[in-house]
């Protein structure tokens, strides 16, 4: 039987709402507990601790997700199955870790045998829950609560709304902390060494840049009939344009700067490129990430970007076009 669209679409969009409405919830109750957990994962780490994330069911999977997401801000994480942790894995805590204890209930069996397990490796306890008066929130030092005004099962049975503002309030935690404790993008870049993230994160300018051949660099007072020869045999939009003496980037010419050099009469062609070229272009050092140079083209909404040495002389071109090849976009 096919499935009615105005159904579908009714529900679905229901859905989202009620999960943003848990999310809304979450963010209004924000105050002193979160600050305190917030402080207590900064305390743990500058310790050289490290958080230990546990839980049950679909609270375990959001516990992995959030070690996941600490481990790759460089925050030091481990998920500890609350099952297996009865059974020989609490070998993975130490003292002076800090247990972060997921539970929506806050009434698990599993997860409450492990507060008192806890304590006895001197771990601070922090109560990750939806229920503020539940025997874990009562049992643990500090409570992270999350508000649920229902559940986006019309069973009211199927975690929904709870996973998402757990997750979402763990998230807000990971990025509180990632800004207090200064993380840059070289520091995030470490930590994702592998797959397409990794690539993006480590790709240098160097690594994209258009050099040798493929890098048209003139005097800037060439004429425009010769600067665009040599844009064309580079195969090039743009062409560098240099001091004739010092060989330092003064300016560059691009294919919008030639066709608006073609309006100022028939003998656009044998005036020096200087004329029309654009002083004072944006540029970026070979060393600098891809990411560096992506940034620079969303900013300044332009076409091409010199990359230039220590001294100021063109050494390569990034071309827009080729950022979506590399992935980079």
Same mark, same amino acid.
């Given at each position: 039987? +096919?499935?009615?669209?105005?159904?579908?679409?009714?529900?679905?969009?229901?859905?989202?709402?009620?999960?943003?409405?848990?999310?809304? +919830?979450?963010?209004?109750?924000?105050?002193?507990?979160?600050?305190? +957990?917030?402080?207590?994962?900064?305390?743990?780490?500058?310790?050289?601790?490290?958080?230990?994330?546990?839980?049950?069911?679909?609270?375990?999977?959001?516990?992995?997700?959030?070690?996941?997401?600490?481990?790759?801000?460089?925050?030091?994480?481990?998920?500890?199955?609350?099952?297996?942790?009865?059974?020989?894995?609490?070998?993975?805590?130490?003292?002076?870790?800090?247990?972060?204890?997921?539970?929506?209930?806050?009434?698990?069996?599993?997860?409450?045998?492990?507060?008192?397990?806890?304590?006895?490796?001197?771990?601070?306890?922090?109560?990750?829950?939806?229920?503020?008066?539940?025997?874990?929130?009562?049992?643990?030092?500090?409570?992270?609560?999350?508000?649920?005004?229902?559940?986006?099962?019309?069973?009211?049975?199927?975690?929904?709304?709870?996973?998402?503002?757990?997750?979402?309030?763990?998230?807000?935690?990971?990025?509180?902390?990632?800004?207090?404790?200064?993380?840059?993008?070289?520091?995030?870049?470490?930590?994702?060494?592998?797959?397409?993230?990794?690539?993006?994160?480590?790709?240098?300018?160097?690594?994209?840049?258009?050099?040798?051949?493929?890098?048209?660099?003139?005097?800037?007072?060439?004429?425009?009939?010769?600067?665009?020869?040599?844009?064309?045999?580079?195969?090039?939009?743009?062409?560098?344009?240099?001091?004739?003496?010092?060989?330092?980037?003064?300016?560059?010419?691009?294919?919008?700067?030639?066709?608006?050099?073609?309006?100022?009469?028939?003998?656009?062609?044998?005036?020096?490129?200087?004329?029309?070229?654009?002083?004072?272009?944006?540029?970026?050092?070979?060393?600098?990430?891809?990411?560096?140079?992506?940034?620079?083209?969303?900013?300044?909404?332009?076409?091409?970007?010199?990359?230039?040495?220590?001294?100021?002389?063109?050494?390569?071109?990034?071309?827009?076009?080729?950022?979506?090849?590399?992935?980079?976009?």
């Amino acid at each position: 039987m +096919a499935l009615d669209s105005t159904f579908v679409l009714r529900r679905a969009r229901q859905v989202l709402r009620i999960e943003q409405e848990a999310l809304a +919830a979450t963010r209004e109750a924000l105050g002193a507990e979160f600050v305190a +957990a917030a402080r207590a994962v900064h305390e743990t780490l500058v310790a050289g601790r490290k958080l230990v994330f546990t839980g049950v069911g679909k609270s375990a999977h959001i516990a992995q997700k959030l070690a996941g997401t600490f481990n790759s801000t460089g925050a030091p994480s481990s998920f500890l199955d609350a099952t297996q942790a009865l059974h020989g894995d609490l070998g993975m805590v130490s003292e002076g870790d800090l247990a972060l204890i997921l539970s929506n209930s806050g009434q698990t069996d599993e997860v409450l045998k492990l507060v008192p397990l806890l304590r006895r490796f001197g771990v601070r306890l922090v109560a990750f829950t939806a229920r503020p008066e539940s025997d874990l929130a009562s049992g643990c030092d500090l409570r992270l609560v999350y508000k649920v005004p229902k559940e986006a099962c019309p069973l009211a049975l199927a975690p929904t709304a709870s996973t998402t503002a757990a997750l979402a309030l763990g998230d807000a935690l990971a990025m509180v902390l990632l800004e207090a404790r200064g993380l840059t993008r070289d520091d995030f870049a470490r930590y994702h060494p592998a797959g397409n993230l990794g690539r993006v994160l480590l790709l240098k300018v160097g690594d994209i840049m258009r050099a040798g051949d493929r890098l048209p660099v003139a005097p800037e007072n060439i004429t425009v009939q010769d600067a665009i020869l040599r844009m064309t045999k580079a195969r090039s939009g743009s062409i560098a344009l240099v001091h004739p003496r010092t060989g330092k980037l003064t300016g560059i010419l691009t294919d919008g700067d030639f066709r608006r050099s073609a309006l100022t009469g028939p003998d656009f062609l044998q005036k020096t490129a200087a004329s029309f070229m654009t002083r004072g272009p944006k540029t970026i050092s070979a060393d600098a990430l891809g990411v560096d140079a992506l940034r620079l083209f969303e900013a300044h909404k332009i076409d091409d970007l010199i990359v230039v040495d220590a001294k100021g002389k063109p050494v390569g071109l990034v071309d827009g076009q080729d950022l979506p090849k590399l992935k980079i976009v």
